[in-house]
Structures are given as structure tokens and as C-alpha cells.
């Protein structure tokens, strides 16, 4: 990550939390380093965070990972727009809701 860059994370944990859309990792889906347990990115908890705030990194995803994450961020974003569009396809001119 470029000096100064923002990030947007996803929250990895060791449970799903029955998260439908959490994607489980595994070792095989690691570009380098390790965890302990598989694990779960689950891409409905977005975050920011400034690259200062990392402290360490204790593993790398592989790319494939990398994408079906991203894939799975861009669904959540779009089904959110969807639901304030006031229907499923996310078609302008649905109904506001507050």
C-alpha cells in the first residue's frame, strides 16, 4: 500500500457469525504467511483505515481470494443500492425509505 493510502478493509474472523456471504480462508487461499484457524472475510463489515494503523500483517491473500472478496464487496454494494432504490434491481425511481 502507497505511504498515506486508505485502505477498506473487510473484517476477518475465526467465525462466519452465520454470515451468508462470508467466504471462508483457508491455508490454500494464502499468497504468503499464516493463520491459526480457517477463517472468514466477511465483506458486509467494510471499514477505513489509514496504512499507519496497520501494525503487522500475519498473512497475504492469493489473488483468486483477493478477487472473490472483491466480488462479493461489489454484491453487498449493490444490494445495499438496490434497497435504497426501494427494490431488488436497484432500478432508479423506487420508493425512499427512511
Not at 40 to 68: I, Q, W, Y
Amino acid at each position: 500500500m502507497p505511504v498515506g493510502a486508505t485502505a477498506f478493509p473487510c473484517q476477518v474472523t475465526s467465525k462466519s457469525y452465520g454470515d451468508a456471504r462470508a467466504i471462508a480462508i483457508g491455508e490454500s487461499e494464502l499468497a504468503s504467511g499464516s493463520l491459526r484457524v480457517e477463517s472468514f472475510a466477511r465483506p458486509g463489515k467494510l471499514f477505513t483505515a489509514n496504512e499507519t494503523l496497520v501494525s503487522s500483517t500475519v498473512a497475504t491473500l492469493a489473488p483468486v481470494a483477493v478477487s472473490r472478496v472483491i466480488e462479493a464487496v461489489v454484491e453487498v454494494l449493490r444490494s445495499g443500492v438496490a434497497l435504497a432504490a426501494g427494490n431488488e434491481e436497484g432500478s432508479p425511481g423506487g420508493t425512499h425509505r427512511r
